[in-house]
């Protein structure tokens, strides 16, 4: 009646051992450390490494170790307080061709690690991470968007058969339509009253004849300023994808900016150099028109811009943006059949592909450019190059746009809605720039104006009162359990114990970032798990009131109990995937683990409990008494007397 067989007890005890090995590297903790990655083309190579060993004896920084990785190394230290100074010097060291990041290590066991076993990631809360409050440019959203409706007035014009001579957009803001007479200018402006909506046509104050104005009324301002905002934090969302970030915290902070947090960060390096670049790519004719030698002489032509090639090539380029990185849909790197050389490989939106197909057609065997656009924030500096603090003892860092011209070829035919890349410098610039236009393109520039890393010193307090908290719960319910259930309450507390074993081995198993609310739901898991034991050992006493015997109370407690648990544990997972649906950031964490628990305690309460039973009491042939309690034995004694 009270026995499982074989394979039953190996599959739980070999579920048991695996929970105690994926849970174990969570106890040996983590080293402090600072990685160095490159940037682009450069290297990290044991040359390299050999000189910031170097400067570290001399600056009488001790170290535990150095890593060198494929893309990268790290150092080990001993505490974060040199870990810290060891950051600023190894920055000074390398230079600006590399990403210096204060880094977390785990201090797993090689036999550990060759198993995957990984401890599972803290929150920002408890470990620390990256902070990022980024800025967006509104202005350059109208002004793409004027740009994009000039365009849309010509095409509009165009395809009706409205003459018009000039169709002109202003730096200072405003589009202004100049027509051959009043005919034209009266049929046109209806036309694009009718076809453009967004925009509000006024008589101009130029003073030119048979002209009119055009701004973007105001709702088309909200509106586009609120899709780019969106537009950009969607790209967040997937650079962090990329990252393989868990639980992010992608939100708007007031009307133009947002705030990213990536809690439990591995790779902090990776982060800044994903994320803090902020990549977009502008497609414009080369102004093939003027001569370079007055542009290089200060006298560039009006409605032109000089630029640079990645060699430092000048270059003359229309002032005027065809297409840009938001038409971009995918991108993916590979090889020029013929050179050979890395490329990109570009495709369009059905936007994107019209606007190219008609400009491409319009200029074969002209040249077209693909400008490369940065935005990076870097420490500012003193007249002595070093980092200017703020009153808090943080850097202060300042923006820097990097404007660059990738490639200007000559378009040998009409193109569509896929093109290549080309003129990069390596393989991982490909990989790089594709992961970047994949990630999806800044619908509008974005300016980190606070970066902070932040340290796990504050976040040692709370996992302190978090896990002090959980374990003097756990010996409460212990106590009363053992109390007042005797054995079987020690059974109860041994299943409760098992499970809080399984719920972490599997958050660590699945790289789940647990953060504050989610040290709640273990200790809501601890106490929920343990009113499945309740009621199985209330069940069991009330068969013995009934006067069954030890061995059929046994068995009817578990199977009677068994569908009031799962009811309740069903209504507590629905409440639990609501909330990891419909929640963001802390909420979902919170869900994640009280979701697990609730999986977890199911295998325990049930057939744990129940198979540490058996093994007790399965093979007693004659099971007089079973000790549930002196009140339930008494009751017992009573009925059977």
Same mark, same amino acid.
């Given at each position: +009646? ?271 150099? #994903? ?92 040249? +077209? ?41 000559? #378009? ?25 236009? /994949? ?23 709370? #996992? ?22 005797? #054995? ?52 069991? /006493? ?77 093979? /007693? ?21």
């Amino acid at each position: +009646m009270n026995k499982y067989p074989h394979w039953k007890y190996f599959l739980i005890f070999a579920i048991v051992v695996i929970g105690f090995v994926y849970a174990l590297p969570n106890l040996y903790g983590e080293y402090p450390a600072v990685q160095i990655s490159p940037i682009r083309t450069a290297k990290v190579d044991q040359a390299l490494l050999t000189i910031v060993e170097g400067q570290l004896k001399q600056a009488n920084i001790a170290y535990a170790g150095i890593v060198l990785e494929d893309k990268g190394a790290k150092i080990r230290f001993a505490d974060t307080e040199t870990q810290i100074r060891a950051r600023d010097l190894v920055q000074k060291v390398v230079g600006e061709q590399y990403v210096v990041a204060l880094n977390l290590l785990p201090a797993t066991p090689a036999w550990l690690a060759a198993l995957s076993a990984k401890p599972m990631y803290l929150g920002l809360d408890l470990r620390g991470g990256v902070h990022f409050l980024m800025q967006v440019d509104t202005g350059a959203v109208l002004k793409k968007a004027e740009e994009s409706y000039t365009d849309d007035m010509r095409r509009v014009l165009r395809e009706k058969k409205v003459q018009y001579l000039t169709v002109t957009r202003f730096e200072r803001g405003g589009i202004e339509i100049r027509f051959r007479d009043g005919a034209e200018r009266d049929k046109g402006r209806e036309l694009l009253r009718k076809e453009l909506p967004g925009i509000e046509l006024s008589d101009t104050d130029r003073g030119a004849d048979f002209a009119i104005g055009a701004r973007m009324n105001q709702t088309a301002i909200v509106e586009k300023t609120r899709l780019a905002l969106e537009q950009n934090m969607n790209s967040l969302r997937n650079r962090v994808n990329e990252l393989g970030v868990a639980e992010p915290i992608i939100q708007q902070q007031g009307q133009d900016r947002i705030v990213v947090q990536l809690p439990g960060v591995q790779d902090t390096a990776k982060a800044k150099e #994903i994320l803090g670049r902020t990549a977009t790519l502008e497609i414009m004719m080369v102004d093939e028109e003027h001569d370079l030698t007055g542009a290089l002489s200060g006298q560039v032509p009006a409605g032109s811009k000089l630029y640079k090639m990645r060699d430092g090539r000048p270059i003359l380029l229309k002032n005027r943006l065809i297409y840009s990185g938001d038409n971009i849909v995918d991108a993916a790197p590979g090889f020029d059949s013929q050179s050979s050389t890395p490329i990109v490989s570009i495709a369009l939106d059905a936007r994107g592909a019209a606007i190219n197909q008609r400009v491409t057609g319009e200029s074969v065997g002209k040249r +077209m450019a693909v400008v490369y656009i940065e935005i990076k924030s870097e420490p500012r500096l003193d007249e002595q190059g070093k980092p200017v603090l703020d009153v808090n003892g943080r850097p202060l860092r300042v923006s820097k746009r990097v404007e660059e011209v990738i490639t200007a070829p000559v #378009i040998r035919s009409q193109l569509g809605k896929r093109f290549q890349i080309e003129g990069l410098d390596s393989v991982e610039e490909a990989n790089e720039l594709s992961l970047l236009l /994949r990630a999806g393109a800044f619908a509008a520039p974005v300016e980190i104006i606070e970066e902070r890393t932040v340290g796990p010193s504050l976040g040692a307090d709370n #996992i302190a009162k978090g896990f002090h908290s959980t374990w003097v719960g756990f010996a409460a319910i212990a106590l009363f359990m053992s109390v007042y259930y005797a #054995i079987f309450g020690l059974i109860s507390v041994a299943a409760l114990a098992i499970n809080v074993l399984l719920l972490v081995a599997l958050l660590s198993m699945l790289q789940a970032t647990l953060t504050l609310p989610g040290m709640a739901g273990i200790a809501l898991t601890v106490g929920m798990a343990i009113d499945a034991n309740v009621l199985i050992n209330e069940r069991i /006493r009330e068969e013995l009131r009934n006067g069954n015997t030890p061995q059929a109370s046994i068995y009817s407690g578990y199977e009677r109990a068994f569908g009031t648990i799962l009811d309740s544990n069903v209504t507590n997972l629905i409440a639990g995937l609501a909330l990891f649906m419909f929640g963001t950031g802390p909420i979902k964490g919170f869900a994640v683990v009280l979701c697990l628990g609730i999986l977890t305690s199911m295998f325990s309460s049930v057939m744990v409990s129940r198979s540490l039973v058996n093994l007790i009491y399965g093979s /007693r042939r004659r099971l007089e008494k079973i000790p549930i309690g002196n009140t339930a034995w008494k009751e017992t004694s009573s009925t059977t007397g």
